[in-house]
């Protein structure tokens, strides 16, 4: 009798710790934080369209995470980023070196036209990815 109402107290243990576990990762969310035009700082779960805002990451006791990026108008697309740093790289005069048998491992260094080549795609990607700054 005493080994049932062990057993039972084990699963019930375990059945709580299963919720409390699953209530703490609910709570855990990103809270985004924007002022409006009369200056009141808000606070929400979901960004306000076409407002600056800032990403406020906090933990499951409430407290804010150290890192806080902003988000919103400001953030480039990372192809934009990623292809611009290529067409920078390939204006350089080093010697550019690709993986071309995808092990992640450079093993191939791009001749003129590999590099003319590879300086046309990064062009169209900015073209692509890039959105044009506003007319002052």
Request: with cysteine; proline share 6%; glycine share 6%.
């Amino acid at each position: 009798m005493r080994a049932l109402s062990t057993r039972l107290l084990l699963i019930r243990a375990c059945a709580l710790l299963v919720l409390a576990s699953a209530c703490t990762t609910a709570l855990a969310g990103k809270i985004y934080q924007w002022k409006d035009a009369k200056g009141v700082t808000h606070y929400a779960d979901s960004p306000p369209p076409d407002q600056q805002v800032k990403d406020r990451r906090i933990d499951n006791r409430g407290a804010p995470v150290v890192e806080s990026t902003a988000v919103g108008k400001s953030v480039e697309n990372p192809q934009c980023t990623s292809a611009k740093l290529n067409l920078q790289i390939l204006a350089g005069n080093t010697g550019v070196q690709q993986d071309t048998d995808g092990d992640g491992k450079p093993d191939k260094t791009l001749n003129d036209e590999d590099r003319a080549n590879q300086r046309g795609l990064a062009e169209a990607a900015i073209k692509a990815y890039c959105t044009p700054k506003p007319a002052a």
